[in-house]
């Protein structure tokens, strides 16, 4: 399988081109391999518009769908420098560890995290990936989804965390509230000690493409202090979504 993957991301450099097309003859002789099995791979890449075919000619060139994973992996990156400087500030501020978490497939997975001075450390590092349901951060991006993706979510079966059993009806409501508030906050749900706060990131076509947040000890968290949290989170995601391009 990893092979493969290996050959078709290969064949898709290979024909990274401009203005040039390429037939199955000529990607054999360059990658090395079968002309059957350069076909096979043509023919998926073709069925989800990673890569044309020109029927009279014969050949192949790079397809409309790969604008989009450009796009999208040229966003991450804006994202990832923007949000650099507003996490260490919110790691500051709350003396926390502060979270940038996006969201894969049903997974959310931390995409950048700066690390407070507390004595609560989670163990979580770049491309770390937890349920979308198990704590704040990650409940704000299920919470932003489509209606029909938080029910097949849902439906699909609630994996109970190391310290929480989750009900799907319970969800709903919270997912409910997230939207309402505008934030997330929960505690035990994930660490059974700890207490986290998200907030969403919105893109500037005002879809949501993370989640900020910090995760501290639940034992510090009085009133006064998880309102300082929520606001230091919120004020964070708002900024960040604000130089992404997105106008409330």
Request: proline residues 4%.
């Amino acid at each position: 399988m990893i092979q493969s993957l290996q050959r078709s991301m290969e064949l898709l450099e290979t024909m990274a081109v401009p203005d040039k097309s390429f037939s199955v003859s000529e990607l054999s002789e360059r990658l090395n391999l079968p002309p059957s099995t350069i076909h096979r791979i043509l023919k998926t890449f073709c069925a989800m518009q990673y890569v044309t075919k020109d029927n009279v000619a014969h050949l192949y060139k790079l397809g409309p769908a790969l604008i989009l994973l450009g796009k999208a992996a040229t966003q991450n990156i804006r994202m990832n420098d923007a949000a650099k400087p507003i996490l260490k500030t919110l790691s500051e501020q709350t003396q926390e560890d502060a979270f940038l978490i996006i969201r894969v497939g049903y997974k959310g997975v931390v995409y950048d995290k700066v690390e407070g001075p507390n004595n609560l450390k989670v163990v979580e590092r770049f491309g770390s990936e937890v349920d979308l349901h198990w704590g704040a951060l990650r409940k704000v991006l299920l919470a932003y989804q489509t209606e029909e993706f938080i029910r097949e979510y849902i439906e699909h079966g609630l994996t109970p965390s190391p310290s929480y059993e989750f009900d799907k009806n319970t969800l709903y409501e919270e997912l409910q509230q997230i939207r309402e508030d505008g934030y997330a906050a929960s505690k035990g749900n994930y660490i059974a000690n700890g207490y986290g706060v998200g907030a969403p990131v919105f893109d500037y076509q005002g879809q949501v493409v993370a989640s900020i947040g910090i995760i501290a000890p639940s034992s510090k968290m009085k009133k006064e202090v998880i309102n300082q949290m929520k606001k230091a989170v919120v004020d964070a995601s708002k900024n960040l979504s604000r130089q992404l391009g997105y106008i409330t």
